[in-house]
């Protein structure tokens, strides 16, 4: 039986409902051995639920709209009402919880990048729901360098979790302080995925920031002779700001880069960037191409995760 397809703009139509959606993605899930592949599957949802259940989203869990695992990953949609708790404190109790599956694991660390965004989507119980611009702009996200980059760059023994939220739903949820994630944990990127036609500005949240991701920005240091100087340390956040959770806490320090990756953090392990000349301008980082791992936070600092 033939489906009708519907013509743009030759006619009005009911807006699908909006879906917050939420996906992650396992780091590194294709350089496992195949016999690995069906347990870790089948792990990573568990994972998912039971942070789900400790950050007291019973509901959410029971009540996902098109829910699928992808192989490396799951991706699922849900009621937007929900999307403050997902940010806070889900997403930081989904790091703790992947901390401690990792920190007693025979078996392969499982690290994750995330994505969460929201738009009109078709959920009507028919077989195509949860298809749209929204979704496929979802996976693009959780796709993106940036986000790559931050999880490559982090010490595996701390960081499990990186997160990529939409502009659309960072202005509506969290600069509109609907969620405990204070706009001072999140970092401004350009996320743009090799080889696919899409740019868009999203913000990073990592939980638990480490090694390489921190190190610049809280450890004073003497500068070299003929080095340019790194800036003054920006003052921490004001009182009254989000500063409870899980993950890890630090105040920062605005850095100059020259050329390679701007990152922070105590160095664990050996940390390799190749990359084109970047340039630091107040307090925004701009890239002429590659990946913005620091950005604009817009206001004077603070305490970040």
């Known amino acids: 039986m033939s489906v009708p397809m519907p013509v743009p703009y030759a006619e009005s139509r009911p807006l699908p409902p909006y879906r917050a959606l939420f996906a992650v993605d396992a780091k590194d ?29 019973h509901e959410l869990r029971d009540a996902q709209r098109f829910p699928a695992n992808t192989g490396d990953g799951v991706v699922f949609g849900f009621d937007p009402v929900h999307l403050p708790f997902v940010l806070w404190p889900f997403l930081g109790v989904l790091d703790d ?12 660390r499982i690290r994750l990048r995330a994505s969460v965004h929201v738009g009109p989507l078709p959920d009507g119980g028919e077989p195509g729901d949860g298809n749209g611009t929204a979704r496929n702009d979802m996976h693009r996200l959780l796709d993106s360098r940036p ?9 595996e023994e701390v960081t499990h979790l990186a997160a990529i939220v939409s502009e659309r739903v960072y202005e509506d949820v969290v600069l509109g302080a609907y969620t405990g994630l204070h706009p001072d944990r999140c970092v401004e990127v350009s996320a743009t995925v090799e080889g696919k036609n899409f740019s868009q500005r999203a913000w990073l949240y990592v939980p638990s920031p480490s090694g390489n991701l921190v190190r610049a920005g809280i450890q004073p240091r003497e500068e070299p002779v003929g080095a340019v100087p790194t800036m003054p340390a920006v003052p921490t956040a004001p009182a009254g700001a989000p500063d409870e959770g899980s993950g890890t806490e630090y105040t920062g320090n605005s850095q100059h880069v020259g050329e390679g990756a701007a990152v922070m953090g105590n160095v664990g392990r050996d940390f390799t960037y190749t990359a084109p000349a970047t340039t630091y301008r107040g307090t925004n980082q701009h890239w002429g191409s590659g990946d913005n791992v620091a950005g604009d936070k817009r206001t004077g600092g603070g305490d970040h995760r």
């Open 29 to 57: 899930f294709t350089g496992l051995p195949a016999a690995q592949h069906g347990p870790v599957s089948q792990l990573i949802p568990q994972l998912v639920d039971q942070a789900l259940e400790r950050a007291g989203l």
């Open 147 to 155: 986000v790559k980059a931050i999880l490559a760059a982090a010490s």
């Open 97 to 108: 919880v992947l901390g401690s599956y990792n920190r007693q694991a025979v078996g392969p």
